[in-house]
T-cell receptor, first 111, second 115 residues
Framework: DAKTTQPPSMDCAEGRAANLPCNHS???????VYWYRQIHSQGPQYIIH???NNETNEMASLIITEDRKSSTLILPHATLRDTAVYYC????????????FGGGTRLMVKP | EAQVTQNPRYLITVTGKKLTVTCSQN?????MSWYRQDPGLGLRQIYY???????DKGDVPEGYKVSRKEKRNFPLILESPSPNQTSLYFC??????????????FGSGTQLSVL
């Protein structure tokens, strides 16, 4: 699976959009981009995933660049409860295999 | 309710005393996996399984064993625990990649301390 690079930490004001970047310059054509988040020491929680097109669900939006070498997770109106570590991973969409989580981005939402 | 259940939530043991951390899922997932999480090191995969009787090593398999005799259960076994295995452990499951339903569901975690 392709390796991902994320900034170690970011701050965001409550109510504003949080934009979390992820670089995956070695991504291949059949690899999906997945985002998870982990609040305190709870189990990570799935947020969203995509291949080429931008995706949106009730939690967030995912913007993938045309060359697919980077993506941005957008939390449109961040709340204090969105404070967490956000992980971007890529996964080959064939028979399941080893998944590698990087260091993630620690997002701090401030009042 | 769809869930991944790990037990116990907390465990304190001594060096060399065999232990098993259980993991069970009720979603009929083929894929199951174990991770450990240590400060500054993120989530590292220990073992994974793509179906019954099929297991494979992840990034850090040394000192651990797993088995997949039934689809719903994937226990993690530490035959002779050592202090460097003190960590927060997570079990996860999903449908196989390629099905369009690959999102991982994680358990609540097991905090293990080996003295």
């Amino acid at each position: 699976d392709a390796k991902t690079t994320q900034p170690p930490s970011m701050d965001c004001a409550e109510g504003r959009a949080a934009n979390l970047p992820c670089n995956h310059s070695t991504i291949s054509g059949n690899e999906y981009v997945y985002w998870y988040r982990q609040i305190h020491s709870q189990g990570p929680q799935y947020i969203i995933h995509g291949l080429k097109n931008n995706e949106t669900n009730e939690m967030a939006s995912l913007i993938i660049t045309e060359d697919r070498k980077s993506s941005t997770l957008i939390l449109p109106h961040a709340t204090l409860r969105d404070t967490a570590v956000y992980y971007c991973i890529v996964r080959v969409n064939n028979a399941g295999n080893m998944l590698t989580f990087g260091g993630g981005t620690r997002l701090m939402v401030k009042p | 309710e769809a869930q991944v259940t790990q037990n116990p939530r907390y465990l304190i043991t001594v060096t060399g005393k065999k232990l098993t951390v259980t993991c069970s899922q009720n979603m009929n997932h083929e894929y199951m996996s174990w991770y450990r999480q240590d400060p500054g090191l993120g989530l590292r995969q220990i073992y994974y399984s793509m179906n019954v009787e099929v297991t494979d090593k992840g990034d850090v398999p040394e000192g651990y064993k797993v088995s997949r005799k039934e689809k719903r259960n994937f226990p993690l076994i530490l035959e002779s625990p050592s202090p460097n295995q003190t960590s927060l452990y997570f079990c996860a499951s999903s449908f196989l990649a390629g099905t369009g339903r690959e999102k991982l569901f994680f358990g609540s975690g097991t905090q293990l301390s080996v003295l």
